[in-house]
């Protein structure tokens, strides 16, 4: 079973930054659109922002010109470079791929176990 697992989660002071990374955890085809979410305490999972395999990309209002997704397809890795952080900001960040193990394979959506970010001075 493939899973993606994210790295680089942490404790940062506010305006401070933090660069989280996602991959899968095996051997897959091919992935689709990539993204990341998060879900802070006592609130809803919320969309942050996606990245096509093109390499376009989607960003929440909350968090325009302040992080920046990217992607080494390669690598089959996907980033989220945050910048200017907020306590707002603090929540537990999510990984998510639409990704196929195979060419005969169809696409489905794999989430990541999460990694905690908190913005706190």
């Known amino acids: 079973q493939v899973q993606l697992v994210e790295s680089g989660g942490g404790l940062v002071h506010p305006g401070g930054s933090l660069r989280l990374s996602c991959a899968p955890s095996g051997s897959i085809f091919s992935i689709n659109v990539m993204g990341w979410y998060r879900q802070a305490q006592g609130k809803q999972r919320e969309l942050v922002a996606t990245i096509t395999s093109g390499g376009g990309t989607n960003y929440a209002d909350s968090v325009k010109g302040r992080f920046t997704i990217s992607r080494d397809n390669a690598k089959n890795t996907v980033y989220l470079q945050m910048n200017s952080l907020k306590p707002e900001d603090t929540a537990v960040y999510y990984c998510?791929?639409?990704?196929?193990?195979?060419?005969?394979?169809?696409?489905?959506?794999?989430w990541g176990q999460g990694t905690l970010v908190t913005v706190s001075s």
């Open positions: 998510n791929a639409d990704l196929r193990l195979s060419y005969y394979g169809a696409y489905r959506e794999v």
